[in-house]
């Protein structure tokens, strides 16, 4: 079973930046899922397994950088930060796919509220 552990969410002002962190326990290609109370889980941004592909949403394209650390850590920047972001954050390991059946291991989510 592949753990995933996920750090860094917060509370941040419009215009801010924050980073979230995901580790696995193992190397797979990752992505960030993100969702709101009442609401289906949205795509936000995956890396490939080598971390030489990337694909976001357009939502925050420009503003959401994923990247990856070692083999088996993955960072979500996100900058000019927007109350529309307010969401979980769920990191994901599986393939580099856009829908979230593309993943078979969730970390336990973690908050981002953007205050206006």
């Known amino acids: 079973q592949v753990q995933l552990v996920e750090s860094g969410g917060g509370l941040v002002q419009t215009g801010g930046s924050l980073r979230l962190s995901c580790t696995a326990s193992e190397r797979y290609a990752m ?24 694909t976001y949403t357009d939502l925050v394209k420009g503003r959401f950088t994923i990247l990856r650390e070692g083999k088996t850590t ?37 908050q981002v509220t953007v205050s206006s």
Do not use: H
Not at 32 to 49: H, P
């Open 31 to 54: 992505g960030w899922f993100r969702q709101v109370a009442g609401k289906g889980r949205e795509f936000v941004a995956t890396i490939s397994w080598s971390g030489d592909r990337t």
């Open 74 to 110: 993955v960072y979500l920047q996100m900058n000019s930060l927007k109350p529309e972001d307010t969401a979980i954050y769920y990191c994901a390991a599986g393939s580099d796919g856009t829908r979230w059946s593309d993943y078979d291991y969730w970390g336990q989510g973690t």
